[in-house]
């Protein structure tokens, strides 16, 4: 069965430090996310991607967070620096469809675990 | 008000019992709704979607959507042990500008079923 690949599963950096995350979503899969969970939160979205354009970036800390997809399939999310506060799991997720509704559903990898020290 | 809210719980049921977890979201123009478990230190696990109104039914899973309403809920019938985990409810809801619709989440719901 097909999934979404996520590395690291665990990262642990110093303050100040950059670090970066990346996700190969569901071959054939348009429609990336990237989204922040903190202990006992839902999921905040942070970037979405329609292939290579990027259609939702409002909640993404642009100070210090990037976030690429540059052909259109896999991606990576940069943080530099990091900070204390950006400790919490990182998730891609993956959609096959481009349309803005649809009755696809979203299939999350792994996850990578970030601690910030 | 939050587009997505959930019950943070915890929700605690013997097992056997019906669990049910309901969610709750502000934008009527949501088409798309969808129920996630997140096991403790794991990456959420899709398991069920429903887009029209009435009842959706999968194995011991039980989805229920009401638009008019506005809610989404989830039947657990004879609850066990191992369904033990946070239920996030998913919607996909406009942005503000109304030009993307975007995956959203509610805080989730915490269930225990104890033995």
């Known amino acids: 069965e097909a999934e979404v690949a996520q590395s690291p599963r665990y990262k642990i950096t110093e303050k100040s430090q950059a670090v970066a995350f990346w996700c190969d979503p569901i071959s054939g899969h348009a429609t990336l996310y990237w989204y922040r969970q903190i202990l006992g939160q839902g999921p905040e979205l942070l970037v979405q991607f329609q292939d290579e354009s990027v259609v939702d970036d409002s909640q993404l800390p642009k100070d210090r967070f990037s976030a690429e997809r540059l052909k259109g399939v896999d991606s990576t999310l940069k943080i530099q620096p990091a900070e204390l506060g950006d400790s919490a799991m990182y998730l891609c997720?993956?959609?096959?469809?481009?349309?803005?509704?649809?009755?696809?559903?979203?299939?999350f990898g792994q996850g990578t675990r970030l601690t910030v020290v | 008000q939050k587009e997505v809210e959930q019950n943070s719980g915890p929700l605690s049921v013997p097992e056997g019992a019906i669990a049910s977890l309901n969610c709750t979201y502000s934008?009527?123009?949501?088409?798309?709704f969808f129920w996630y478990r997140q096991y403790s230190g794991k990456s959420p696990e899709l398991i069920m979607s429903?887009?029209?109104?009435g009842d959706k039914e999968d194995g011991r899973f039980t989805a229920q959507l009401n638009k008019a309403s506005q809610y989404v809920s989830l039947l657990i019938r004879d609850s066990q042990p191992s369904d033990s985990a946070t239920y996030l409810c998913a919607v996909i809801v406009a942005d503000s500008g109304g030009s993307n619709y975007k995956l959203t989440f509610g805080k989730g719901t915490l269930l225990t079923v104890n033995p």
């Open positions: 997720a993956s959609r096959r469809d481009r349309s803005a509704i649809s009755s696809t559903e979203a299939f």
């Open positions: 934008d009527r123009g949501s088409q798309s």
């Open positions: 429903i887009y029209s109104n």
